[in-house]
């Protein structure tokens, strides 16, 4: 139970990916290199661990 009274449900069905991943609704999908070649993969590994967040900082 949530602070102002209501529930949160998580979901019941489950999908496959396109990696097969599974996907739930819940977070993020997977990020497509393939889709954004401009984009280094070095950086959506970074931006990923979360490091940035705890430390306070903005993404740009």
Do not use: C, Y
């Not at 979901?11 to 996907?23: I, N, T």
């Amino acid at each position: 139970m949530l602070s102002d009274n209501s529930t949160l449900g998580l979901p019941s069905m489950r999908h496959l990916g396109p990696d097969r991943e599974v996907v739930d609704g819940i977070g993020v999908a997977p990020f497509d290199f393939a889709a954004n070649p401009n984009v280094p993969p070095a950086l959506v590994h970074t931006l990923a661990k979360g490091a940035w967040i705890r430390a306070g900082q903005p993404v740009a």
